[in-house]
């Protein structure tokens, strides 16, 4: 298995413009997160769906912020528009879910908005 | 709500000794205990992953052990080598939440 598979691994981008960050969770795992981790506040979960469906995302810090799941091999996050303060490196993660087994992280993005 | 704690927040150690990474946590109601070890610029290699029956694990020169009752997992590493610098990061997977709660890291530094 190749992991959790993350795109694309650096991302600069002028502030206004949206972002559009995509991962892809391992086969036959049934809960996805992302996280953003910062020097700042470490890491931070975002949102996570089970069996594709959301299911908290309190930890959205925005409206700018969005996140989807169409299907169970592929998620995005999205912000729109995006702002210095979101500079970060942006995790997604997997696992079998309900404690069946531990997370797999994916390799990150690294965001920069100038 | 479930709060991890990592002590101490940084550690430098000479090569070949061994070391203890503490981590406690709040709510004993957890899955499992992971940890996770972060080099700098890249993302988290999961290092051992301990469920909530069990008391510990091994993997090479890594134990990880875990006291559910006291709120407390210790990550030991043998023989420490330059290799084993990173930020060791331990999480608990709450049972019901379905997350992982983080703590915040000890930096190790192992001089050769």
């Known amino acids: 298995d190749a992991g959790v598979i993350q795109s694309p691994r650096h991302e600069v981008t002028e502030m206004g413009q949206e972002v559009t960050l995509r991962c892809k969770p391992i086969?036959?795992?049934?809960?996805l997160f992302w996280y953003r981790q910062t020097m700042m506040r470490g890491l931070e979960l975002l949102i996570y769906f089970n069996n594709n469906v959301p299911i908290d995302d309190s930890g959205m810090p925005e409206d700018r912020f969005s996140a989807k799941m169409p299907n169970a091999s592929f998620s995005t996050l999205k912000i729109q528009p995006s702002e210095p303060r979101d500079s970060a490196v942006y995790f997604c993660?997997?696992?079998?879910?309900?404690?069946?087994?531990?997370?797999?992280f994916g390799s990150g993005t690294r965001l920069t908005v100038v | 709500k479930q709060e991890v704690t990592q002590i101490p927040a940084a550690l430098s150690v000479p090569e070949g000794e061994n070391l203890v990474l503490n981590c406690s946590f709040t709510d004993s109601a957890i899955y499992n205990l992971q940890w996770f070890r972060q080099d700098p610029g890249k993302g988290l290699t999961s290092l051992l992953l301990i469920q909530s029956s069990q008391r510990e694990q091994t993997s090479g020169r890594l134990n990880a052990s875990l006291d559910k009752s006291s709120g407390r997992s210790t990550l030991y590493i043998a023989a420490s080598q330059p290799g084993d610098s990173a930020t060791y990061l331990c999480a608990a997977y709450q049972t019901g939440a379905n997350n992982l709660f983080f703590g915040t890291g000890t930096r190790l530094t192992v001089i050769p």
């Open positions: 993660a997997s696992s079998p879910g309900q404690g069946l087994g531990g997370y797999t």
């Open positions: 086969s036959g795992h049934n809960s």
